[in-house]
Nanobody
Framework: QVELTESGGGLVQGGDSLTLSCTIS????????MAWFRQIPGKEREFVAG????????NYATAVKGRFTISRDNAKNTVSLQMHSLHTEDTAIYYC?????????????????WGQGTPVSVSS
């Protein structure tokens, strides 16, 4: 069983930066593939960024490419999402997700483990 705990969300102004963190606990011997998703109430949960088990491969949604960076520290069992040049459209609940296997799936149904979410609000 993998347990995920997000932190770092908050209220920022447009153009600001923010870093989200996800701590992995439970089964940590085998490193899962990790991702960040986000969701606005009433809308589908959407893929933001993903990183493979070794940290050597990362994928990003088009909307955040060049502004967000996903990274992981396997020694500390953490995954981070650095967000720069935030837009009001980035406002959402951000979720950390994990799955076994090395593929970084864009669909939320492919991910087995989820955190409780952390809110990010970007004001204009």
């Amino acid at each position: 069983q993998v347990e995920l705990t997000e932190s770092g969300g908050g209220l920022v102004q447009g153009g600001d930066s923010l870093t989200l963190s996800c701590t992995i606990s439970g089964r940590t011997q085998t490193k899962p593939t990790m991702a960040w998703f986000r969701q606005i109430p009433g809308k589908e949960r959407e893929f933001v960024a993903g990183i493979d088990d070794s940290g050597s491969v990362a994928n990003y949604a088009t909307a955040v490419k060049g502004r967000f960076t996903i990274s992981r520290d396997n020694a500390k069992n953490t995954v981070s999402l650095q967000m720069h040049s935030l837009h009001t459209e980035d406002t959402a609940i951000y979720y950390c997700a994990a799955r076994d296997g090395r593929n970084i799936h864009l669909a939320s149904f492919a991910w087995s483990y989820w955190g409780q979410g952390t809110p990010v609000s970007v004001s204009s």
